[in-house]
C-alpha cells in the first residue's frame, strides 16, 4: 500500500484500488492526485496479478466534485500560467490513459461527479453509479467550458443531450445517468461495499451479480424537445427555441442558461459542436489549447470568484446579455 494523502492505492486481491482521500474538498483533484494516478495506472497495467483497477472517493457525499480551479484562477491571474498548463497536460494524459486502459477499469461512483471526476470515471470501462451518483458538468458558471475530454464525451450522449447538460450544467442523477451514458451499470449504495469485495475475490464477473434493472428514464418525455431546442447552430438560435416551447422544462433550462457566462456557452457549443467530430486525443488537444484563451478571458476569474472564492453567487459578467457577445471575441479564441 501506498499513502500520498489525497491518494491512496493498493493491491487487493484480484484488483488495484484507488481511492481519492479529500472528502472534505469532495475529493477534488490536485497534482498529488494526478500524478499519484498515473503512476500506479502505468505500474499495474503491466503487473500480470492486477487483472482490474477500481476507483473510488472517500466518505458518502462524492466521487469526485472536479478539479482545482481555486488553484488554476491563482495561477492564471498570478502570472504563473505555466502551472495551469502543467496541471491540464497531466490530468489531460490520464484521462487518455484511462480511456485506453489495457485491463478493466471500474469507477464506483457514489455521490457528486462533476468536471475533472467525469474524467476520472466516465473513460473508464465500467462505470457503475448507483442511486446517489450526481453527474454535472457546470464549468459554464465560472466561465469555462467542460473539458477533460468533455468535448468529445458530450457529442456522443444521445441526440443532444450532452448539448443540453452541457450548456445549462444542469445535474443528471442516480438511475438516470446510467440512460443517458455516464453510467454503464446501476448498483444500489447499500450494496457497493459487497460488490467492492466481490471484485476483489472473483474479478469483473461479479459486476453482473449486483447490477441491478433500471427504472424508466426521466428525461425519455422531454427527449424530442432537447434535440430540437439544443440542436440549434446558434445561442440565439436555443434560446428562442427554449422561448418558443414555453413548456416549464424548457423555462427551467432558459433559467439555467440566463446564470451562467454568455460568452461561455457561445464557446462551449462551439466547442462541442467541433468536439463531436474528433478523436478523443484530438479532442483533449484542442482543449488544452482552449484552456489558454479562455481562461485569460475576465468570465473565468469572476465565476470561480463568485462561485468558489467568495461564494457571492453573483459573477458580473462581460457582457451580461448573451444578445451583446461580440461573435469575432469568440471566434479568436479558437484560432
Known amino acids: 500500500m501506498t499513502d500520498d494523502a489525497t491518494l491512496i492505492t493498493r493491491k487487493d486481491g484480484r484488483i488495484g484500488r484507488i481511492l481519492m482521500n479529500r472528502p472534505r474538498a469532495l475529493n477534488a483533484l490536485d497534482l498529488d492526485m494526478i500524478q499519484g494516478s498515473l503512476r500506479v495506472l502505468k505500474e499495474w497495467a503491466n503487473d500480470p496479478l492486477v487483472h482490474a483497477v477500481t476507483i473510488e472517493g472517500a466518505g458518502d457525499r462524492a466521487f469526485c466534485a472536479g478539479g482545482d480551479v481555486r488553484a488554476l484562477r491563482e495561477w492564471q491571474t498570478g502570472g504563473n500560467r505555466y502551472l495551469a498548463d502543467a496541471f491540464f497536460t497531466l490530468e489531460y494524459e490520464l484521462n487518455l490513459l484511462i480511456a485506453n486502459y489495457p485491463k ?12 475533472g471526476g467525469i474524467g476520472m470515471a466516465v473513460h473508464g470501462s465500467y462505470r ?30 444521445p441526440g ?47 459486476l453482473a451479480r449486483f447490477t441491478q434493472p433500471l427504472p424508466a428514464f426521466s428525461l425519455a418525455a422531454h427527449k424530442n424537445t432537447i434535440d430540437y431546442c439544443f440542436g440549434a447552430d446558434t445561442m440565439a438560435g436555443v434560446v428562442a427555441r427554449l422561448e418558443a416551447d ?90
Open 246 to 335: 414555453g413548456s416549464d422544462w424548457a423555462k427551467t433550462a432558459l433559467k439555467a442558461l440566463r446564470a451562467v457566462s454568455p460568452t461561455a456557452l457561445c464557446f462551449t457549443l462551439e466547442a462541442l459542436r467541433r468536439g463531436g467530430n474528433l478523436t478523443l486525443s484530438d479532442a483533449l488537444d484542442a482543449e488544452f489549447a482552449l484552456t489558454k484563451t479562455t481562461m485569460a478571458y475576465p468570465d473565468f476569474a469572476e465565476g470561480v470568484r463568485a462561485m468558489v472564492v467568495d461564494k457571492d453567487r453573483t459573477p458580473k459578467w462581460q457582457p451580461a446579455r448573451l444578445e451583446d457577445v461580440d461573435p469575432a471575441v469568440v471566434a479568436a479564441m479558437f484560432t
Open 104 to 115: 478493466p477499469y471500474i469507477a464506483l461512483i457514489d455521490g457528486i461527479c462533476m468536471g
Open 160 to 206: 443532444n443531450l450532452g448539448i443540453y447538460l452541457g450548456l445549462t450544467g444542469l445535474r443528471i442523477k442516480g438511475t438516470d445517468s446510467v440512460h443517458a451514458g455516464f453510467g454503464t451499470h446501476f448498483v444500489p449504495r447499500a450494496a457497493l461495499p459487497a460488490l467492492s469485495q466481490a471484485l476483489a475475490e472473483d474479478g469483473l464477473s461479479a
Open 128 to 157: 457503475v453509479a448507483t442511486e446517489h451518483a450526481d453527474f454535472g458538468m457546470p464549468e459554464t458558471i465560472i466561465g469555462f467550458f467542460p473539458d477533460i475530454g468533455g468535448t468529445y464525451l458530450l457529442p456522443r450522449l
